[in-house]
């Protein structure tokens, strides 16, 4: 990333399902909001890296792992609590997409690691999205 640049996106051509488009596209914003707010984006040096990537498992299953990181905002800490945007997060990955959510409060910046099912039957992602409630 040169100076100029504060956004970058890196990973392959993926083709998802519109349900998968629409969670990302809430989730996406609200990262975004929170690092313009209160994150990287809130100061001219801070940086924000998206990078995604498929993962295959050994049973044929496939997931869309989506790396969020800013760097060179101010000190970021975890406050305890779960305000919205947590909570929505929480909502349309665990929940909606039986995908993992693991934020990480690094001193230097927020790291969020999504990982989702890319499953296109269905029939299936309400399986996962059911597994992961139980």
Same mark, same amino acid.
């Given at each position: 990333m040169d100076g100029k640049q504060r956004f970058s996106l890196s990973g392959p051509d993926? &083709?998802?399902s519109p349900r998968i488009s629409l969670s990302l596209a809430l989730v996406l914003h609200e990262l975004a909001?929170? &690092?313009a707010k209160y994150g990287a984006l809130s100061v001219p040096e801070g940086k924000v890296e998206v990078a995604w990537s498929r993962l295959d498992d050994a049973r044929g299953g496939a997931r869309l792992r989506l790396d969020w990181h800013e760097a060179g905002g101010p000190p970021v800490t975890a406050t305890g609590r779960k305000g919205f945007g947590s909570?929505?997060?929480e909502r349309e990955i665990r929940h909606g997409l039986g995908g993992t959510v693991a934020p990480d409060y690094q001193h230097d910046g927020l790291r969020v690691v999504l990982e989702i099912p890319l499953a296109t039957d269905p029939a299936a992602a309400a399986a996962a999205a059911a597994a992961a409630w139980g």
């Open positions: 993926l &083709a998802i909001t929170n &690092a909570r929505v997060i």
